[in-house]
């Protein structure tokens, strides 16, 4: 390994390829159910291991990786640790192998969606979390400036916040039934928007001034982001739960909460897109400038869905269908992913001097861009006829015959993602092995449009 | 600190809260048997595509009452789910009570419902020459059955099973229904527009096509969309004595009271057929049985809503 950064990426990428390959298991298996048979491979088990794995394995990883480059670089500063880094990291893995052996041997938490794991291996993820915060405070109380960077009070926010989380959901004593049901919609929620996505968006705000060579349209705009996501999240997430026998007050909130999401979201793409414009051609010209904006573009999109679906009268329609897959595919892959991406072919270079053959980097947005347009535009419309379905009381296997096509054409879309995965992890073995450019000054990579 | 906070306030307060929730009544813990069957639910995730939750509302009225707190006082973990691939399993013991049909579907889904996309568990049966004492074999149609032997569950299966069939939601009184409906959604314009299930077949005539649709929502999982039934499982209607007779009043009662370990032309069948005097109207049941009184070359004479409600009214 070059860097610890390069080993986190390098992890990350092998827990996307196998992740991402269980899905596409997953996505056949609702077209060719008979495929794949016996305990191993059944549904059940494969489906909590595919959303364990792109969590848990690629996208903490890679985030965390981002995260610490990111720390210390806008700090003027190396790492606190390498050793804790390493430590992590070797953690994270312990962990993500032991969490998807026991989903695949039937032991589990029950189907508690992104909490399956059983406590002790969620116990160890908790274990890196907290190495990872103190990591990462360690390196920014080294800085050399008076402020913290921006994007440092969104990374160690939420990994700190994180750790809360982790900890509210392994306690037992007040999860018994109805009283677990409210934990599992605060939990489900959180562990997306109070991990990934201050994480994501505080590796963007890092790489998207560095690609642009120009700063951020507005910092103040990014902390009044920073507080009202801060505010927001942690009260929305009994959305997953209306019209449930949970108090109808704790639903409302949910709701009015959900709404008032809007704030950090519409305020939040709106300074990424106000940072870009003007450079239309720069972005254009630069893969990572690409991978970012459609990342920025899922964020405004897919957030804005997500008020709409927690909305009670298109809840009734779009609640338990397959909208909700699609949201949650638009959102963790459109947002996480493609941020991911766009971080890492900006800064990964940077570290390595070794860049990815722009062919490569084409392909790989061009697939992942289209494939995950197939995916989330045919399972909204197949949800939508789900749900139309159900409200108008026709026999439930309609619903399952209706939804054939879209199973298929969402199956195409997970092709298109997968194969771009493979693509990825060519570019990463390029940027971490490959023929190494001459040590380039930022300004050199620009030009030659490997980075910018 | 503020994150603590609100996690405090809105994961782990309403946390203690609720799980004090008191029984509803008649919500009894699990026995043994079906707790191992729950046990066995959970480790191979038939929670991501089966609820358990009926919400109040119109989609949700096939799968039972709306749910209420008390119900789910022994339910940890929780199984509520986020999808609905599959259907509903709140009242799945009530809904299909017929252990035969589980065992045939668990082991093949396609066995019994050609359309569904569920995963076969045949790796939950083992097939042997010949059945233990106290096992009965599952009578699995020659399509789906082993070449050699007979096909018998294993614990976990059995386990299974009767965890399913204790799925019955306990009825509520009439003041807390109405409390769970006045939440919910009666200005929901599925509701008050009338789905098709609630079309006016009552006015009078049969509607085939309604007659179609409520046959395949709750009675081809069994009878098959042929009305051939399955062999040695669940008995034909097409060219049934009772079907095609003339005096309905036999056909109107097993449809509104169920049928169990009987005999139908001259052979018996081991399963449960449920009830659907508390699920279905008159005119509901008056457009099924005619429906299977006109069907696969069948010539019974049609029924209306009020011969249902008269031999309703007869229990």
Redesign the interface.
């Known amino acids: 390994m070059r860097t610890v950064f390069s080993a986190y990426v390098i992890s990350a990428t092998l827990w996307l390829l196998f992740g991402t390959g269980v899905g596409l298991l997953v996505a056949l298996?609702?077209?060719l159910?008979?495929f794949g048979?016996?305990?191993w491979l059944?549904?059940?088990?494969l489906?909590?291991i595919h959303t364990n794995s792109v969590f848990y394995g690629f996208a903490s990883i890679a985030l965390v990786g981002l995260g610490y480059y990111v720390a210390a670089r806008s700090s003027g500063t190396k790492l606190y640790s390498a050793a804790l880094a390493w430590i992590g990291l070797g953690l994270f893995n312990v962990a993500a192998v032991a969490g998807t052996v026991a989903l695949d041997i039937?032991?589990?938490?029950?189907?508690?969606?992104y909490r399956e794991w059983p406590w002790p291996i969620r116990l160890i993820f908790l274990a890196a979390l907290v190495v990872t915060a103190w990591n990462l405070i360690g390196t920014v109380a080294r800085r050399r400036s008076e402020d913290v960077y921006l994007s440092n009070w969104y990374i160690i926010?939420g990994t700190?916040?994180t750790c809360?989380?982790a900890v509210?959901a392994i306690l037992p004593?007040?999860?018994?039934?109805?009283?677990?049901?409210?934990?599992?919609g605060?939990?489900?929620h959180?562990a997306v928007g109070?991990w990934f996505t201050p994480l994501a968006l505080g590796v963007t705000y890092y790489t998207l001034p560095k690609l642009l060579n120009r700063p951020i349209y507005s910092y103040a705009l990014g902390i009044l982001v920073f507080w009202t996501n801060?505010?927001f999240y942690?009260?929305i997430?009994?959305h997953?739960?209306l019209?449930?026998?949970?108090?109808?007050w704790?639903q409302t909130i949910a709701i009015v909460f959900s709404v008032a999401m809007l704030v950090p979201v519409w305020g939040g793409s709106s300074n990424f897109l106000l940072t870009m414009r003007g450079s239309t051609h720069d972005v254009i010209h630069s893969y990572p400038l690409l991978f970012i904006f459609v990342g920025v573009m899922s964020y405004l999109l897919g957030s804005t869905e997500g008020t709409l679906e927690a909305l009670?009268s298109l809840q009734?329609v779009w609640?338990?269908?397959?909208v909700?897959?699609g949201h949650s595919h638009l959102t963790m892959y459109g947002i996480i992913a493609f941020m991911i991406w766009g971080g890492t072919y900006a800064l990964l270079p940077m570290s390595t001097g070794r860049q990815a053959d722009r062919w490569a980097l084409a392909l790989h947005f061009w697939a992942a861009t289209v494939g995950i347009l197939i995916y989330v535009i045919s399972l909204t419309i197949g949800g939508t006829i789900q749900?139309i379905d159900?409200?108008?009381?026709?026999?439930?296997?309609?619903s399952?015959?209706d939804m054939?096509t879209y199973?298929i054409w969402r199956g195409i879309g997970g092709l298109l993602m997968f194969l771009s995965h493979v693509i990825f992890a060519w570019n990463v073995w390029r940027m971490c092995y490959g023929p190494a450019a001459a040590a380039m000054p930022l300004n050199t990579l620009r030009a030659t449009g490997a980075v910018a | 600190m503020?994150?603590?906070c609100?996690?405090w306030?809105?994961?782990?307060l309403?946390?203690?809260?609720?799980?004090?929730?008191p029984p509803g009544p008649g919500v009894e813990p699990l026995t043994a048997l079906q707790a191992r069957g729950r046990e066995v639910y959970?480790?191979?995730?038939?929670?991501?595509?089966h609820?358990q939750?009926v919400?109040?509302?119109?989609?949700?009225?096939?799968f039972g009452r709306p749910?209420?707190?008390g119900?789910?006082?022994?339910?940890?973990?929780?199984?509520?789910?986020?999808?609905?691939?599959?259907?509903d399993l709140t009242n799945i013991g009530v809904r299909q009570p017929s252990s035969v049909w589980q065992y045939i579907h668990l082991y093949?889904?396609?066995a019994v419902?050609p359309?569904?996309?569920?995963?076969?568990?045949?790796?939950l049966f083992t097939a042997v020459e010949q059945p233990p004492t106290g096992l009965t074999p599952v009578p699995l149609p020659p399509a789906y059955a082993p070449a050699h032997g007979v096909v018998v569950p294993t614990p976990e299966a059995q386990a299974l099973i009767a965890y399913l069939a204790s799925l019955k939601q306990p009825p509520l009184s009439g003041a807390e229904v109405g409390v769970?409906m006045a939440?919910?959604?009666n200005s929901?314009p599925?509701a008050s527009s009338g789905?098709?299930?609630?079309a006016p077949a009552a006015a009078g005539g049969y509607d085939p096509a309604q007659g179609s649709?409520l046959f395949?929502?709750n009675c081809s999982a069994c009878h098959q969309a042929s009305g051939e039934g399955l062999p040695g499982a669940f008995p034909p209607l097409k060219g049934d004595e009772v079907v095609n007779a003339d005096d309905a009043a036999m056909h109107i009662h097993v449809v509104l009271h169920g049928l169990q370990g009987a005999q139908v032309g001259g052979v018996g069948y081991g399963g449960v057929m449920p009830p659907f005097a508390g699920t279905l109207s008159d005119a509901d049941i008056a457009n099924i049985i005619d429906y299977e009184r006109s069907a696969w070359g069948n010539h019974g004479k049609p029924v209306t809503a009020a011969q249902v409600a008269a031999e309703r009214s007869k229990q």
């Open positions: 298996k609702f077209w159910p008979d048979a016996g305990p059944t549904l059940g088990r489906r909590p039937g032991y589990n938490n029950g189907d508690l969606e926010g700190l916040w809360i989380i509210v004593w007040y999860q018994y039934g109805l009283g677990q049901v409210a934990v599992s605060y939990y489900m959180n109070i801060l505010l942690p009260i997430g009994s997953h739960f019209f449930s026998p949970l108090p109808w704790l009670r009734q609640h338990l269908t397959n909700t897959v749900g159900w409200s108008h009381g026709m026999p439930f296997i309609q399952v015959v054939q199973y | 503020v994150y603590g609100l996690a306030a809105m994961g782990v309403p946390g203690i809260e609720l799980s004090r929730v959970v480790a191979n995730g038939c929670g991501y595509c609820t939750q919400r109040p509302m119109n989609a949700d009225k096939p749910s209420a707190a119900d789910f006082k022994y339910q940890t973990p929780e199984l509520l789910g986020s999808e609905r691939t599959g259907p093949n889904p396609r419902v359309q569904s996309i569920m995963p076969s568990f045949s790796w769970a939440d919910a959604v929901a599925s789905a098709p299930t609630r649709s395949t929502a």
